[in-house]
T-cell receptor, first 113, second 114 residues
Framework: GENVEQHPSTLSVQEGDSAVIKCTYS??????FPWYKQELGKGPQLIID?????GEKKDQRIAVTLNKTAKHFSLHITETQPEDSAVYFC????????????FGTGTKLQVIP | DGGITQSPKYLFRKEGQNVTLSCEQN?????MYWYRQDPGQGLRLIYY???????QKGDIAEGYSVSREKKESFPLTVTSAQKNPTAFYLC?????????????FGPGTRLTVL
């Protein structure tokens, strides 16, 4: 089955700096890669996703890149703000019908004011 | 407002007792899921259901049971057979006709066994 590894497990950055979280996956058939943000005591919220037919996607201060050859994808947050502090999860899934979503173990991001 | 609701937010249980966690959605999604989250770990799939009156075991189904009698509802029962039930439980849903498995999560229920 699919295996998703996520690094780092914790990340501290100064406000205004960039943050990068990296994930690798094992199943070359995976073609959908969502990223979730989970604030303390709440459920994860989808913040951005990327599908295997594109290499990069941006949404304001957030971007995701995908390297299908190397089987890794990354989340980039620029100009970080204190409200970006949360746990971020990457995930991988396969298009079509029901396919299990496999989650990474999460990265706790702390933005220091 | 469309969304997924879970109740209660906090739940305390004595050892040996069964307890049921509620999950309701008004998104008209066909598929629903239950995940367990432990500190420092990712989300682990307990059960999922793609359609009413049908459900499948996930990776860690032992000690849990579910039902899917209505499209909107997918309750999870944590039985006394679950050896370590203290955890944060998350319910999610997704549209079955989506080409990609986009899942939307509820706010979670924190279960503590006393």
């Amino acid at each position: 089955g699919e295996n998703v590894e996520q690094h780092p497990s914790t990340l501290s950055v100064q406000e205004g700096d960039s943050a990068v979280i990296k994930c690798t996956y094992s199943d070359s058939a995976s073609n959908y890669f969502p990223w979730y943000k989970q604030e303390l005591g709440k459920g994860p919220q989808l913040i951005i996703d990327i599908r295997s037919n594109v290499g990069e996607k941006k949404d304001q201060r957030i971007a995701v890149t995908l390297n299908k050859t190397a089987k890794h994808f990354s989340l980039h947050i620029t100009e970080t703000q204190p409200e970006d502090s949360a746990v971020y999860f990457c995930a991988a899934s396969i298009k079509g019908g029901y396919q299990k979503v496999t989650f990474g173990t999460g990265t706790k991001l702390q933005v220091i004011p | 407002d469309g969304g997924i609701t879970q109740s209660p937010k906090y739940l305390f249980r004595k050892e040996g007792q069964n307890v049921t966690l509620s999950c309701e959605q008004n998104l008209n999604h066909d598929a629903m899921y239950w995940y367990r989250q432990d500190p420092g770990q990712g989300l682990r799939l307990i059960y999922y259901s793609q359609i009413v009156n049908d459900f499948q075991k996930g990776d860690i189904a032992e000690g849990y049971s579910v039902s899917r009698e209505k499209k909107e509802s997918f309750p999870l029962t944590v039985t006394s057979a679950q050896k370590n039930p203290t955890a944060f439980y998350l319910c999610a849903s997704s549209p079955r006709d989506s080409s990609y498995n986009e899942q939307f999560f509820g706010p979670g229920t924190r279960l503590t066994v006393l």
